[in-house]
């Protein structure tokens, strides 16, 4: 080896250490820059978050903080006599002439005689606003059920006017001037005087749950629409689940593989993305104004609400299906099944709880849905409760929209308790689908 | 099985549903406005009288007439409530399908209102002034631009030094529609160069300049929901909203209403007429339901009765302002004869 070549192969030998030097301290240099990367995308998740929980504690504690109050109700606790004259001045009883008894006046008499001092015809009316119309209806309807109550001194425990509610509540303040309340000073006296009587009394508002809508706050409640919402609900099950399992089931195992399939695999898939108020044009052309079925119906609510829910049922359950391992079908045709057989006898029981689930999403999703249901006419005020799916009726969110929209201050409150009911509903929903997936779902 | 039993069940629904047979109860469209007079209505008949309530659906006026004006049959409308009166087109069309005769039942009068925060001091403006801090063009020195002004005492100095900021419904609104009549059209049509305009012939352009609304910030749309504008109004001390009156009837401890050309918002004062920005409000009947559906002359009665639109009525507790005496009679006379509307009254 020449000095040359020598000095060379150290020149080479000193190059190469020097590269692995540099290559170490580049990485060393560079290590503390992805720590750092790696750290600041940690932080970003975790604000991430920290912002969505955010909101949802400040969503959640706003909507509690002003519903929960609903649920407690004020009530006046009267003894009322039910006086012939009143309520059936020609002693018929019969249920056409005690339909049109004075039962407001029935309830006036118990509390002109609770208050012997008011006599002028102002004050009088300013009294009967403490109490709510729904006394004589409350009186209506113990007396249309039992007709002997006639001549008779009941008690009746009814809910006080909904601005005393509000006073009891503190929502209205005794503070401010007279003037910018609605209520008087002198109302304000009367309420007192009923509650050093003992008369008043709070407890848990069933009305909100036993009622249909109302334009009286303390009257008004959710039950008309958690039955609309139901029927709705029924009817979307009723059809979608089949129609869509169908359909996932033919589209997945049984049709070819070709241009056709392609193009309604494609818009399946863009049906799952379409606004639902195109539905509910759709609902009005098709089924109100070609079918002519009736109009407010939860019928009608349904079938618009399945036509939004099947690409999403669809897409779920041939995730389902595709999730059954190839095995498990290979084995049934190796011992000889049919096709069907494999498919009913195999396949679907072992998709079913991923198609189930996909169901109960798309049914949650479909109970929170109101653009739809404001083209086919749902978006009324329906007092009476419906018996069927064919009668008016109204569904949990439209009941918030339309008390979100009201002037009383009452409505405030009922607005964030019916979001409580749904959200209650929209959880239990949900945590169905979480526990069939646990109880069901198999990993392979 | 379970999916065949499923499978009937669904098809039942649709037989079942598809024979849609004659309703028993009245069905009612139209105006949001009128929808909170109009439910306690129906939910007071259908208790003193036992039958079933009737179903009423916030529509809006326009979207109720062209409901109401479909045709005659169970599956149209029997009744449409309105916060102006009906239109010649929308008449002329209701005739053209065949619903012929329809009644005019004015109710009682609703006050549009300028409210801000108690906070706030009460501020009292002409319209002209509402006029030059809401429309998108304002004529400064004969020459009509976008508008300048900034704050309110742009306007007048006697106005306050604050930003113009003013929260009101969307242009879906009959509450707008009414407002911009009211307020911004009749202001506008006062004003000389207004004037020079329509000498020149210019109806057509001076309409839109006077009933666009400014769309740089300072008019902001808030919805159709008036709780939020109180609910903002309440947070906000520099901003206005404009709404019904019985929002301000019932939130009188948050806000207060502003003066219009002098006169305050008061039940009184609506109901007397001297409060410029107030509109009637209607129900149109459908004559040839009246007898076939049961129940709708029973309703108007109850609605045309001097305890629901009297002036100790249930509906002024709810913030209806009555007509005076001689007009309630006059329309509970209409209800009472159902005296058929002619395209000649319009």
Redesign the interface.
């Known amino acids: 080896m020449s000095t040359a070549e020598k000095q060379m192969d150290t020149n080479t030998a000193s190059a190469s250490d020097i590269r692995k030097r540099k290559i170490a301290d580049v990485v060393n240099a560079g290590l503390k820059r992805r720590y750092a990367a790696e750290r600041r995308f940690r932080f970003y998740g975790i604000a991430a978050i920290a912002l969505s929980l955010i909101m949802l504690v400040v969503l959640f504690v706003t909507i509690l903080g002003n519903g929960l109050t609903a649920f407690v109700q004020t009530r006046v606790t009267m003894d009322v006599v039910v006086s012939a004259e009143r309520i059936d001045p020609q002693g018929t009883r019969k249920r056409e002439d005690l ?2 008894g004075d039962y407001q006046g029935a309830v006036r008499d118990a509390v002109l005689a609770l208050f012997p001092d008011v006599t002028s015809r102002k004050d009088r ?1 300013d009294l009967m606003e403490l109490f709510s ?1 729904g006394a004589g ?1 409350e009186l ?1 309807k113990q007396v249309m059920a039992n007709p002997d109550l006639i001549g008779k001194t009941i008690r009746i425990e009814v809910p006080v006017a909904s601005e005393f509610d509000m006073l009891a509540k503190g929502y ?2 005794r503070t ?1 001037p007279e ?4 209520i008087s000073d002198k109302q304000i006296a009367w309420y007192d005087a009923l509650k050093s009587k003992g008369m008043i009394s709070t407890g848990f508002n069933t009305t909100l749950f036993s009622a249909g809508d ?3 706050p303390e009257l008004a409640g959710l039950w008309g629409a958690v039955v609309g919402s139901f029927y709705t609900l029924v ?1 979307t099950l ?2 979608s ?2 129609i869509g ?1 169908a359909a996932a089931i033919y589209l997945e195992e049984f049709a070819p593989k070709n241009k056709w399939t392609d193009i309604i695999e494609v818009n399946i898939n863009n049906l799952a993305a379409v606004p639902s108020i195109v539905f509910g044009l759709l609902g009005l052309a098709v089924f109100l104004q070609f ?7 939860p ?2 609510g349904g ?1 618009v609400l399945m036509l939004m829910n099947l690409p999403i049922i669809i897409i779920a359950s041939r995730a389902a299906l595709k999730s059954v391992p190839p095995s498990i079908r290979e084995a049934a045709l190796g011992l000889g099944a049919s096709k069907l057989q494999m498919i009913f006898h195999h396949v679907l029981p072992l998709a079913m709880p991923g198609m189930l689930t996909g169901t109960i999403i798309g049914m949650a999703h479909a109970l929170g849905e109101t653009a739809p249901l404001l083209m086919i ?1 749902m ?6 409760i419906p018996h069927t ?2 009668d ?1 009726s109204t569904v949990l969110p439209v009941q918030i929209y ?1 008390w ?6 009452a409505f ?1 409150e009922r607005t964030s308790a019916a979001i409580i009911v749904l959200l209650g509903f929209l959880i239990l929903m949900n945590a169905a689908a979480v526990l069939l997936r646990k109880k069901f779902e198999r990993r392979w | 099985m379970l ?1 065949k039993t ?2 009937l ?2 098809l039942a ?2 037989a ?3 024979t ?1 047979e004659a ?1 028993d ?1 009245i ?1 009612a469209v139209g105006s ?1 406005t009128v ?2 007079f ?3 209505v ?3 008949f ?5 039958g ?2 009737p ?4 529509t809006g006026t326009g979207g109720g007439f062209k409901l109401f004006c479909a045709g005659v049959g169970p ?1 149209h409308p029997d009744l449409s409530n309105a916060s102006r009166r009906i239109k010649k087109s929308e008449l002329e069309t209701c005739e053209k399908n065949g619903v012929k005769d329809v009644v005019e039942v004015k109710v009682g009068y609703d006050g549009i209102v300028v409210a801000n925060s ?1 906070a706030a001091k009460v501020m009292s403006v002409t319209r002209e002034q509402v006029f030059r801090a809401l429309a998108k063009e304002v004529p400064v020195n004969g020459q009509w631009v976008a508008n300048p002004y900034k704050k309110w005492s742009d306007i007048d100095a006697s106005l306050p030094a604050q930003e113009i900021e003013v929260l009101g419904p969307p242009p879906t609104s009959g509450t707008r529609d009414a407002f911009v009549e009211l307020v911004m059209d009749a202001a506008c049509e006062k004003l000389p160069e207004a004037k020079a305009m329509k000498d020149a012939g210019k109806e057509k352009e001076l309409k839109g300049k006077c009933q666009s609304v400014r769309e740089d910030g300072a008019y902001i749309e808030a919805g ?4 939020l504008i109180v609910q903002k109004l309440d947070a906000n001390k520099n901003s206005f909203g404009i709404f ?1 009156y ?2 301000l ?5 948050k806000i207060q209403g502003s003066k219009v050309d002098g006169k305050d918002p008061t039940f009184e004062n609506i109901s007397a007429g001297s409060y410029a920005v107030s509109r009637p409000l209607y129900v149109y009947v459908k004559k040839a339901h009246v007898g076939t559906i049961p129940g709708i002359d029973g309703f108007m009665k109850e609605f045309s009765s001097e305890k629901a639109w009297g002036e ?1 009525g ?1 509906l002024t507790n ?2 209806l302002i009555p007509m005076p005496k001689e007009e309630r009679a006059k329309f509970a006379k209409a209800v009472a004869e159902m005296t058929v509307l002619s395209a000649g009254d319009l």
């Open positions: 339909i049109t009316k119309t209806y209506q209205i303040s401010v003037a910018e309340r609605k109302s334009r009286q009817v009723a059809l689940f089949p399992v079918f002519g079925l009736p109009r407010s119906a019928v009608v079938l006419g978006v009324a005020f329906v007092v009476d799916p064919l008016p339309l979100a929209d009201s002037p009383e201050r405030v | 999916k499923l499978a069940t669904a629904t649709v079942i549903a598809g849609a309703r109860q069905r949001s929808y909170p109009s439910t306690v129906a939910e007071n259908a208790k003193t009288s036992g079933k309530a179903v009423i659906e916030s599956e108690k159709e929901n008036d709780n019904g019985s929002f009837e019932e939130n009188a401890d100790d249930y709810k913030g």
